[in-house]
Structures are given as structure tokens and as C-alpha cells.
């Protein structure tokens, strides 16, 4: 007979909250939520969420995002990125996948599918 293992009932992320602000480089390795503002670089091993009022100005490299507050800088998204309606992003983006709402605010560049050129 086998076995099952039990999965964790709550989910296992990183969040910074409204208010907050970090400058420098933030390295996660679970899902983060920014609610604050970040000056700096975020890297993460699973999905960064910039919720409404949050603000990141600088660089994020992860496996997928949802953008509803502000970003300014460069995303390197192995799979999938989505702009929410009230999203206002101002750069550069590379994704496999660009998910962008009526209303998103999105200038800059887009590379899709493609491995990103390094510089």
C-alpha cells in the first residue's frame, strides 16, 4: 500500500508590507510579495508580486510576476508576466509569456521567447 505524503496547508512566501522600504539586492527563494518600495535588484526563485501600492525601481529576475503597482527598471521573467489593470511599468522586459490587462500602463521594450542577450 502506498504511502501519501501531506501537503502544508499554508503557503510559504516572503512579503514586504506597505511602508516598508529597501535599498539594495533582495535574493528569495520562495514566492515575495512587495507592498513597500525596493531601490535595488530582486531575485527570486519563484513568483514576485508587486501588489497596488508597492514600487520597485531596479531590477527583478524570477520564474513569474504580477505587476499591479509600479515598476521602473528591467524584469527577466523565465515564464509568465502579468500587468494588471493598474500596473505602470517603465522599462525593459523579457518573458516567455506577457499577460497585459485593459488599462496596464507599459512603456519600454519586450523580448519574448528568446533567451535575453547578455551585456
Avoid: W
Avoid at 512579503?15 to 516598508?20: F, K
Avoid at 523579457?94 to 519600454?108: K, M, S
Wanted: include cysteine.
Amino acid at each position: 500500500m502506498a504511502t501519501q505524503q501531506q501537503q502544508p496547508t499554508g503557503a510559504l512566501y516572503n512579503a514586504l508590507t506597505a511602508g516598508s522600504k529597501i535599498i539594495g539586492t533582495i535574493i528569495a527563494d520562495s514566492d515575495i510579495r512587495i507592498d513597500g518600495v525596493v531601490e535595488g535588484d530582486l531575485k527570486c526563485s519563484g513568483k514576485v508580486v508587486i501588489g497596488e501600492k508597492g514600487m520597485l525601481k531596479g531590477t527583478i529576475d524570477c520564474q513569474n510576476a504580477e505587476i499591479l503597482g509600479k515598476l521602473d527598471g528591467k524584469i527577466e521573467v523565465k515564464q509568465t508576466l502579468a500587468l494588471r489593470a493598474t500596473s505602470n511599468l517603465h522599462g525593459e522586459v523579457h518573458t516567455q509569456t506577457l499577460i497585459v490587462e485593459p488599462n496596464a500602463q507599459f512603456n519600454g521594450t519586450c523580448s519574448m521567447g528568446q533567451k535575453a542577450p547578455q551585456k
